[in-house]
């Protein structure tokens, strides 16, 4: 079955710099991604996502980026803010979504 | 205001007292589903529904629930809670589950079994 991860549990940024966070899956047959946010105490939120047929999708300062040749999938922060602070976890979905767990990401002032 | 509404927030209770979380969309979703989330495991799926009256176990459904009456809501039920369900547990819907769609999550709520 399907298996997705996450390269790294925790993630620290400065600041005004740029992150990626990295998310693996396993199986080629998948054909839409999508990346949540989840903020303390609150459920996840929609970030971005990006079908098969696509290999790069540019939001409000996130871009992700889609190899499927090595099923590889990342999320691009510009200019990281505090408010960017929180878990952020892609979602991988075949005949269903299977949910990584989940990086998460500090700011460092 | 668009959203999908978990009741309660929080929750502590014993050993087999039944409980109900209840979960209420107001976005004419057709598809609807519940999760845990515990730490190092992710997000993994209880049950979900299709449609009015169409309800489907997920990965983990064993002890859990669910019932689809209206289309609006979907009602977690837990017949014997034990301390193994202690977790988070979200509610989602999307307009429908069989494309590829993004999900709306509740807030959230975190059930403690004693």
């Known amino acids: 079955g399907e298996s997705v991860g996450l390269h790294l549990p925790t993630l620290s940024v400065q600041e005004g710099d740029n992150s990626i966070i990295n998310c693996a899956y396993s199986n080629s047959a998948s054909d839409y991604f999508i990346w949540y946010k989840q903020e303390s105490g609150k459920g996840p939120q929609f970030i971005i996502d990006?079908?098969?047929?696509?290999d790069k999708r540019q939001g409000q300062r996130v871009t992700v980026l889609l190899n499927k040749t090595v099923k590889h999938l990342s999320l691009q922060i510009a200019a990281t803010q505090p408010g960017d602070s929180a878990v952020y976890f892609c979602a991988v979905k075949d005949d269903k979504i299977i949910f990584g767990k989940g990086t998460r990401l500090h700011i460092l002032p | 205001e668009a959203q999908v509404t978990q009741n309660p927030r929080y929750l502590i209770t014993v050993t087999g007292k039944k409980l109900t979380v209840t979960c209420s969309q107001n976005?004419?979703?057709?598809?609807m589903s519940w999760y845990r989330q515990d730490p190092g495991l992710g997000l993994r799926q209880i049950y979900y529904?299709?449609?009015?009256?169409?309800?489907d176990k997920g990965d983990v459904p064993e002890g859990y629930k669910v019932s689809r009456k209206e289309k609006r809501n979907f009602p977690l039920i837990l017949e014997s809670p034990s301390p193994n369900q202690t977790s988070l547990y979200f509610c989602a819907s999307s307009p429908r589950g069989g494309r590829a769609e993004k999900l709306f999550f509740g807030s959230g709520t975190q059930l403690s079994v004693l």
């Open positions: 990006i079908r098969s047929n696509m």
């Open positions: 976005m004419n979703h057709e598809y």
């Open positions: 529904s299709m449609n009015v009256e169409v309800t």
